[in-house]
C-alpha cells in the first residue's frame, strides 16, 4: 500500500471513528449504516481521483457533488424525475426536510427518535466532515488541521449528550485514535522523503517511519487525557452555558448544561430517581406555596417559546419594584436561605418571583429587569451557592384584578405577538373557553379552570416536548401532556384573547421537612404561564393539573385531575375511605398527593422519593490528585527540553575533563560526544542526519543547511576532522578542546534558523527520539540474551534426547 492510499485509509477510518460520538443522539442508531457508506464513497472518489491526477480544488468538488447527490437521493428520492435526476419537486421537498428537522430539533429532547429530518442532518454533517477531512490530510497533505473537523463532529455529539451518555469517555478515545493514526501516517510520509535518519553506532535497523518515540508521545498524551479528569474535582466546563440542568436524564447522574431550559426540564421529570437540587428554610407560611422560579421564555417565535434578548444591569439592593405593581396591592415580604446542590447547573438564580433583596450574593451576577431574574455574567453559575433572600408575595384580590385597566403599550407590544402559524383553532377554543366571560382575569380564571378540571386533560411526561404551534395544536387535540403543554398552550390562548402572557420555568414548591425546611428535587422541574394585570404586574397561573399549587388570588381553585401524579404517602386525618373534596384539601397537601383523586386515565408515573445526594468529603484529596497530575504532565512535557539540556552537558563537560573542558588532549570516546553533540544540534534545528555521509561530507552539509558564516564552518570542520582521525586512523593523537567549537557551530545554527524552529528545538527536540532507539536496542538485546540463556539451559536435554547416543 502506498503512503498517499494508507492516508486516504486512516483519514476515512479517523472521520468514522469521530461519527461514533454522535450514535447517543438518535434512538435507533440506523443512520450508522448510510453515513459509513458515505465515508467510504468519499474516500474512493478523492484516491481515484488524486490517481488521475486531477487539480486538487476539483477532487473536492467532485467528493462534495458525490456525497450531496446520494444524500438527496436517500432522503428525498420520490421527487427525483425518473428516480435519478432532481425534478421540480425536489427544491420543495428539500425545504421541508428542513423543516422538519428544525421542529424535531426543538421538540425532542436527547435521545431523540430517529425522524428523517434529524437523520438527514446527521448524514449530511458526517458526510461534510468526511470531505473536509479527507481534503486536509490527503488532498492538501495538512494531516494536523484534519483534527478541527474531526474535533468539531466529537464535540457536537459528546456535548449534546453530556453525561447522560455513559460512554463519552470511549468516544473520546475512538475520535483521539483516529486523529492519531492519520498523524503517524502523514508522519511516516514525511520522513520517508528525507531518506534513512542516521541513529548512530550500534543502533537498530531504521525501520523507514515515525520515530517510536513520536507514537508514545501520542498514547502518552491520549492516556493523560482520560485520566486526568478522573483526579479533577466535578467542577461545571460545559461546551455550553446558558440553559439549567438537573443532573442528566434517565437513569444517569451527574450535571448537565443545555441548549434550552425546556430540555432540562424535560430531562429532570423524566428522571427515573429523585435527585435532590436544592434546599430553602424560611419560617414565613408564604414559603409552603413558593415557587423557585428560574427565568421566563417571553418570545414566541413560531418554533418554541424560548428567553428573548435581555437587557441586563448591575445587581443593586433593594432590587427595582416590579413593573405593573401599584401600591394599593398587597405584597408583605418573606425571607428564605437557599441552598443550591452540586447536582444542579444553572446561569440563573433559582429565587421566588419577583425578589426585592439579594444580599451579600457572592460571585458575578446581573439583574434582568424586564423578567425579573438574576443571571450569571462570564460563566458564573448557581452551582453549589447559597444564599440569602426577601421576595414579596403578591396577592391582589379577585376585585382588583378585575378592575385593572389595560396593559401599556411597552407590555402589549411585546407579550400579545403571536406567531403567523399559530393555528386558528388556539384562538377559537380559547374563545369557546372563556364565553361569557368579560374581563380578563376573569377570562384567565376559566382557561385555568378548563385545563385543570373541565377540559378532561391528562398529565403525562411521555408525551413528546414541545411548545411550538405544531406541539400547542396537538395537545389540545390529544389532551395529554405535562407542564410544558400546560404553560405553553395556556400562555399562547391568553395572548390570542389579548392578556400579555410569557411562560415561566423553574421549580414548583418543595417537599416540607419541617421546622421550616424544604427540598426541592428533580421531579419537581415545573413550568407555569405568567400574566400580566396592571396594578398587579406579572401574576402565575397553575394550569397544570396535580402539579404545583393554584394561587389564592385565581379564585383559590382546586387542582384536581384525572391523573394521580404522586405516591408519596397520605397526610389526610379522617376516614381513609372517604374522600375529601378538593376545597377541603389544603392547597400543599394535594401538591404533595395527600389527597385522593380520580384515577380514571391515569397515565403518569409517580415521582420518586429524593434520591440521597452523597456528601462529598473528597475535595481536598481530589485537589492533591489535580496539582499531583498538573505537576506530572509539565514535567512530562518539559523532559524532552530538560534530557537534551542535561545531555549537552554532560557532552561538552561541567567542569571535568570533557569536550568543553580546560586544556588537554580529548579521548576517542569525548570526541564522538562532542561530534554527536553537533549532529543532534543541527537535527534539532531542522537538519536531519544521515548515516550514508562521512562526517566530513555530513560537516559541509550542515554549513550549507543551516546558513552557517566562514568561523562556524571551520569549527564544524575541526570537529569533523577529529572524528574521523578517531574513526579512521590508526593510532589517533588526543584532540585538543573541542567545547568552543561545538558552542560556535550551535551558536550560528540558532541565528541562522526561524523563531519556531527555534521554540521548537527548546522544547521538543527531535533527537529526543534517541531516547526510543537505545530503549528499543536494550529491548533487543534483553531479548536476545534472554533467547542465548534458554539456548544454553537446554542444550543438555537436547544432547540427551539424541537418538544413538551411549554414555
Not at 472521520?15 to 434512538?27: D, F, K
Not at 449504516?33 to 491526477?53: D, E, H, N, Q, S
Not at 403525562?460 to 389540545?476: N, Q
Amino acid at each position: 500500500m502506498t503512503t498517499r492510499a494508507r492516508l486516504t485509509v486512516y483519514s476515512a477510518l479517523a472521520t468514522a471513528l469521530s461519527m461514533l460520538g454522535l450514535t447517543p443522539l438518535l434512538t435507533p442508531a440506523g443512520w450508522i449504516m448510510p453515513a459509513g457508506g458515505l465515508i467510504l464513497v468519499t474516500a474512493l472518489v478523492g484516491a481515484g481521483l488524486r490517481r488521475l491526477a486531477v487539480a486538487r480544488p476539483l477532487v473536492v468538488l467532485a467528493q462534495l457533488f458525490a456525497v450531496l447527490y446520494l444524500i438527496l437521493f436517500g432522503a428525498i428520492r420520490d421527487s427525483f424525475v425518473l428516480g435519478v435526476l432532481p425534478g421540480s419537486g425536489s427544491l420543495q421537498a428539500f425545504n421541508n426536510l428542513l423543516q422538519s428537522a428544525g421542529n424535531d430539533i426543538t421538540q425532542y429532547a436527547i435521545p431523540a427518535p430517529a425522524t428523517p429530518g434529524l437523520r438527514f442532518l446527521l448524514i449530511l454533517a458526517v458526510a461534510v466532515v468526511a470531505v473536509v477531512v479527507d481534503a486536509l490530510a490527503v488532498t492538501y497533505r495538512q494531516a494536523a488541521l484534519a483534527g478541527l473537523p474531526l474535533l468539531a463532529l466529537y464535540s457536537v455529539g459528546t456535548g449534546l449528550a453530556g453525561s447522560a451518555d455513559g460512554a463519552t469517555w470511549l468516544w473520546f478515545l475512538a475520535a483521539a485514535a483516529g486523529y492519531l493514526m492519520v498523524l503517524f501516517a502523514e508522519g511516516r510520509d514525511r520522513l520517508s522523503r528525507w531518506g534513512r535518519v542516521f541513529r548512530g553506532a550500534g543502533t537498530s535497523e531504521n525501520r523507514g517511519g515515525l520515530p517510536t518515540g513520536g507514537h508514545r508521545i501520542g498514547v502518552v498524551a491520549l492516556a493523560c487525557a482520560l485520566l486526568l479528569p478522573v483526579l479533577a474535582p466535578n467542577w461545571d466546563l460545559s461546551l455550553v452555558n446558558g440553559g439549567f440542568g438537573d443532573g442528566g436524564s434517565g437513569d444517569g447522574g451527574g450535571n448537565i448544561s443545555t441548549l434550552s431550559p425546556v430540555v432540562s426540564l424535560t430531562d429532570g421529570l423524566r428522571r427515573t430517581d429523585n435527585q435532590q437540587l436544592i434546599r430553602y428554610h424560611g419560617t414565613d407560611p408564604a414559603l409552603r406555596t413558593a415557587y423557585l422560579r428560574i427565568t421566563a421564555l417571553d418570545e414566541f417565535n413560531g418554533q418554541e417559546w424560548k428567553p428573548g434578548r435581555q437587557k441586563d444591569e448591575l445587581l443593586q439592593n433593594p432590587l427595582p419594584r416590579p413593573d405593573g405593581l401599584a401600591g394599593d396591592v398587597a405584597s408583605p415580604s418573606f425571607e428564605a436561605q437557599i441552598t443550591v446542590s452540586q447536582n444542579l447547573s444553572s446561569s440563573w438564580l433559582p429565587a421566588p418571583y419577583p425578589i426585592d433583596r439579594l444580599p451579600g450574593l457572592p460571585g458575578d451576577w446581573r439583574y434582568e429587569p424586564e423578567v425579573g431574574s438574576v443571571v450569571g455574567a462570564h460563566g458564573q453559575q448557581a452551582t453549589g451557592l447559597s444564599y440569602t433572600l426577601t421576595a414579596l408575595n403578591i396577592d391582589p384580590t379577585g376585585e382588583q384584578l378585575r378592575a385593572a385597566p389595560p396593559a401599556p403599550k411597552s407590555i402589549t407590544d411585546t407579550y400579545l405577538q403571536l406567531p403567523a402559524n399559530l393555528p386558528g383553532q388556539v384562538k377559537d377554543t380559547a374563545l369557546q373557553v372563556t364565553a361569557g366571560k368579560d374581563t380578563a382575569y376573569d377570562k384567565a380564571v376559566a382557561l385555568q379552570d378548563w385545563f385543570t378540571t373541565s377540559g378532561g386533560f391528562t398529565y403525562s411526561t411521555s408525551v413528546d416536548a414541545g411548545t411550538g404551534p405544531t406541539a400547542i395544536l396537538k395537545f389540545l387535540q390529544d389532551k395529554k401532556g405535562f407542564c410544558v403543554h400546560f404553560a405553553a398552550t395556556m400562555a399562547a390562548m391568553a395572548r390570542t384573547l389579548g392578556i400579555p402572557a410569557r411562560v415561566a420555568v423553574g421549580f414548583a414548591p418543595g417537599q416540607d421537612l419541617g421546622n421550616g425546611d424544604y427540598v426541592v428535587g428533580s421531579n419537581d422541574y415545573h413550568a407555569w404561564p405568567e400574566l400580566y394585570f396592571s396594578g398587579a404586574g406579572w401574576l402565575r397561573f397553575e394550569p397544570t393539573p396535580s402539579r404545583g399549587v393554584a394561587p389564592d388570588y385565581s379564585g383559590g381553585q382546586a387542582a384536581p385531575t384525572s391523573t394521580a401524579s404522586s405516591a408519596q404517602p397520605s397526610a389526610t386525618a379522617g376516614d381513609p375511605g372517604a374522600a375529601p373534596s378538593a376545597d377541603a384539601c389544603p392547597a400543599v397537601q394535594r401538591k404533595q398527593g395527600g389527597c385522593d383523586q380520580p384515577t380514571q386515565n391515569s397515565q403518569s408515573a409517580a415521582p420518586a422519593p429524593l434520591a440521597a445526594t452523597p456528601a462529598t468529603h473528597g475535595l481536598p484529596a481530589q485537589l492533591l490528585g489535580l496539582i499531583a497530575a498538573g505537576v506530572a504532565v509539565l514535567l512530562l512535557l518539559f523532559w524532552p527540553m530538560l534530557w537534551r539540556a542535561r545531555l549537552r552537558r554532560r557532552r561538552l563537560g561541567g567542569g571535568r575533563r570533557r569536550p568543553g573542558g580546560p586544556g588537554g588532549g580529548l579521548t576517542g570516546a569525548q570526541v564522538l560526544a562532542a561530534w554527536q553533540e553537533v549532529v543532534d544540534s543541527a537535527w534539532d534545528l531542522g537538519i536531519p542526519p544521515d548515516e550514508a555521509y562521512s562526517p566530513r561530507h555530513t560537516g559541509e552539509r550542515i554549513g550549507e543547511a543551516g546558513g552557517l558564516d566562514e568561523s562556524a564552518r571551520a569549527a564544524v570542520g575541526r570537529v569533523a576532522l577529529a572524528t574521523e582521525q578517531v574513526l579512521y586512523a590508526r593510532a589517533p593523537e588526543p584532540a585538543a578542546p573541542l567545547g568552543p567549537d561545538v558552542r560556535e557551530v550551535r551558536a550560528g545554527l540558532r541565528a541562522s534558523a526561524a523563531r519556531r524552529r527555534r521554540l521548537r528545538a527548546l522544547l521538543l527536540p527531535p533527537s529526543v527520539a534517541r531516547v526510543g532507539w537505545r530503549l528499543a536496542d536494550r529491548v533487543l538485546a534483553l531479548r536476545l540474551r534472554g533467547r542465548a540463556a534458554v539456548t544454553r539451559a537446554g542444550a543438555p536435554l537436547r544432547r540427551l534426547g539424541r537418538p544413538g547416543r551411549r554414555d
